[in-house]
């Protein structure tokens, strides 16, 4: 199965600013979702975005996808401490997850 | 509470002593997986069942045995674990498979194969 490939592998930001983190992945796709996982903990679904669509909005989260460039980025607006954690995309019929984005925000 | 629960959180054993980690979820979800996490090598694969009646390898299932007698248990069983199964297992399921599944993680089982 194809990984998605997550991009940066670290970022580092002050709290209040906007984290984004980008995913490409090798295959036409049906949906394409992303994940968190705060320090070795089990991961936690965010977001699903269908392939028919552009932009998805959950809260400060705003996911878009390109499938034309095969790629989706993750946007955290206004970061709190509490968005410290791991990011991953998944997006193939077994959903597997690459080495993921850790984003540590500074207070 | 909707949860998958994974034991033991921690595991240490030798190189070749057969051992098994239960994973048990109570939503009624019909799709479960198990993966592996290792630094720098993000979440792989090792097995996952659609449903009770098809089981599948992953990226990764040198080494590992599941089980899915019944619906809501998921066990993995490593018959002689060596020490590069030592790592992160998580396991996960979902009411469907596939990319439209949304899956739910258990907490986690840190294995050490000495």
């Known amino acids: 199965s194809q990984q998605g490939e997550e991009d940066p592998q670290a970022l580092s930001i002050q709290e209040g600013e906007n984290a984004t983190m980008n995913c490409s992945y090798k295959?036409?796709?049906?949906?394409l979702q992303w994940y968190r996982q705060n320090s070795g903990r089990g991961l936690v679904h965010l977001i699903l975005i269908r392939s028919n669509e552009r932009e998805k909005h959950s809260g400060r989260l705003r996911v878009t996808l390109d499938t034309s460039k095969k790629s989706s980025s993750l946007l955290i607006t206004a970061s709190r401490a509490a968005d410290t954690a791991s990011y991953f995309c998944a997006y193939d019929y077994k959903l597997s997850f690459g080495a993921g984005t850790t984003v540590t925000v500074r207070a | 509470e909707a949860q998958v629960t994974q034991n033991p959180r921690y595991l240490i054993t030798v190189t070749g002593k057969k051992l098994t980690v239960t994973c048990s979820q109570n939503?009624?979800?019909?799709?479960m997986s198990w993966y592996r996490q290792d630094p720098g090598l993000g979440l792989r694969q090792i097995y996952y069942?659609?449903?009770?009646?098809?089981?599948d390898k992953g990226d990764v299932p040198e080494g590992y045995k599941v089980s899915r007698k019944e619906k809501r248990n998921f066990p993995l069983i490593l018959e002689s674990p060596s020490p590069n199964q030592t790592s992160l297992y998580f396991c996960?399921?979902?009411?469907?498979?596939?990319?439209?599944?949304?899956?739910?993680f258990g907490s986690g089982t840190q294995l050490s194969v000495l």
């Open positions: 939503m009624n979800h019909e799709y």
């Open positions: 295959t036409s796709i049906n949906n």
């Open positions: 069942s659609m449903n009770v009646e098809v089981t």
């Open positions: 996960a399921s979902s009411l469907i498979g596939g990319s439209e599944g949304k899956l739910f």
